[in-house]
């Protein structure tokens, strides 16, 4: 089955002068630089309606143009698995995430991902971009995620996306005591030498801003509410640890397990068995891709979380 695909985008002025197939990476993030490439040679994507080199530059006020056929994508093969479904019409699902769920099949993980159990649940995703996932979290990160349902809700969702309309609050503990709230503003790119990492990028780095504000303080750890005005890769984990307070759990970013000075056993063996990143995506707002509607939707917190929160409570 084959989709037509219609798409446009206009150039801005901080991607003015860059090559055409590095402009589209930015605006048509929802489609691999290969296949983006492979549009342009074959005259799918033009600029002012006109057929380009990948090298050639562009300058802002041009108007990308895409009008392809997409193919589904043979690759991802449908699995039934249990999905905790929060709402779903015939535009858009919201769902609750699991921990030890990968959203997106990659390498070492082709099978039993979120997205192979959204095949399942909805063959007709197979038409839309990476089965309408338009917004990932990580494979131990659980809370809200949004699927769309079709090529215009998709299109919409990614706009709402870039254009930061969309809503996402998330629950996080970490360690150390926070006096205060605050946002961080640094970018973010790979990391220089762990390529599974992200970190601070000065240069060519990504904008990133996370505002948090504290909801409790315990003794040695604090429970923070997160709100997100970028989505990037490990955003809330990197920029946490950027202010020496990293999430609790957290494999990558948050360093050598600390057991605190005189704790209670209890929290000292909840420590110990915490292995997945202490953050939960408990609340997510956006416009309704068909009605125009605000919605939003909450999610409570997963139950490893309750528990930690209890026995921090406890402990102070």
């Known amino acids: 089955m084959v989709t037509k695909l219609s798409l446009q985008a206009e150039v801005p002025s901080e991607l003015s002068g860059n090559r055409l197939d590095q402009i589209a990476a930015k605006l048509f993030p929802d489609y691999s630089r290969s296949r983006l490439q492979n549009w342009i040679k074959e005259g799918a994507l033009l600029v002012n309606q006109k057929q380009l080199r990948t090298r050639d530059k562009v300058v802002a006020g041009d108007l990308l143009s895409i009008e392809a056929d997409l193919v589904a994508a043979e690759t991802w093969t449908p699995q039934e698995m249990p999905l905790d479904l929060v709402f779903e019409d015939d535009q858009l699902l919201v ?114 801003i996370t505002h948090y504000r504290v909801r409790e303080r315990f003794r040695s750890h604090t429970h923070i509410q997160v709100k997100l005005e970028t989505g990037r890769t490990h955003q809330i984990r990197v920029h946490m640890m950027h202010l020496n307070h990293p999430l609790v ?68």
Request: proline share 5%; hydrophobic share 40%; with cysteine.
């Open 95 to 208: 769902l609750n995430k699991a921990t030890d769920t990968v959203v997106h099949p990659a390498a070492g993980h082709w099978e039993g991902t979120l997205l192979n159990g959204l095949l399942h649940h909805c063959p007709q995703l197979d038409q839309v971009p990476r089965a309408g996932i338009v917004h990932r979290l990580d494979k131990d990160t659980t809370g809200l995620l949004v699927v769309a349902k079709t090529l215009e809700a998709h299109h919409e969702l990614v706009r709402q996306l870039q254009n930061r309309e969309v809503e996402r609050e998330y629950q996080a503990i970490v360690q150390g005591v926070l006096t205060g709230g605050g946002t961080v503003n640094e970018p973010l790119g790979r990391h220089p030498v762990n390529r599974k990492k992200r970190a601070i990028v000065q240069l060519n780095g990504q904008e990133a």
């Open 249 to 316: 759990g957290d494999p990558l970013y948050g360093g050598r397990l600390r057991i605190p000075a005189a704790c209670s056993a209890a929290l000292a063996l909840e420590l110990k068995n915490f292995k997945r990143q202490a953050l939960h995506a408990g609340r997510l707002g956006l416009v309704h891709p068909g009605t125009g509607q605000r919605m939003e939707w909450e999610s409570r917190l997963p139950d490893d979380m309750v528990s930690l929160l209890a026995v921090l409570e406890a402990d102070s």
